[in-house]
């Protein structure tokens, strides 16, 4: 088992930053894959990125590559989105999420992007850009 906490987010302005953080409690939280999503309202929630246990390997939805970058520092157990260049279509709720890999992913070299993908969910934060 494993609880996410979200912070970070908030009202920023078109072109502005903002980092989000996903704080897990859970001494395995090292071997969990890791992933954002966002949902606007009357929308589906929708992959962000994504980051395999090791950090190895991560991945992007096309509409926030080269703009978002998922991290994650295990020794502190916390995974974070820093975003950049963000744009009023951004705005959304934004979740954490995590799931264990299969035992045989030893280098860490699994991500995963669909949302039924995940097991824990944080509890969302919003991130509203403005015009």
């Known amino acids: 088992q494993v609880q996410l906490v979200q912070s970070g987010g908030g009202l920023v302005q078109t072109g502005g930053s903002l980092r989000l953080s996903c704080g897990a409690s859970?001494?395995?939280?090292?071997?969990?894959?890791m992933g954002w999503f966002r949902q606007a309202p009357g929308k589906e929630r929708e992959f962000v990125a994504a980051s395999s246990w090791s950090g190895r390997n991560t991945a992007y939805a096309d509409s926030v590559k080269g703009r978002f970058t998922i991290s994650r520092d295990n020794a502190k157990n916390t995974v974070y989105l820093q975003m950049n260049s963000l744009k009023p279509e951004d705005t959304a709720a934004y979740y954490c999420a995590a799931r264990q890999p299969p035992s045989t992913d030893y280098s860490g070299t699994s991500y995963y992007t669909t949302s039924a993908s995940y097991a824990y969910w944080g509890q969302g934060t919003q991130v509203t850009v403005s015009s």
């Open positions: 859970g001494r395995t939280f090292s071997r969990y894959a």
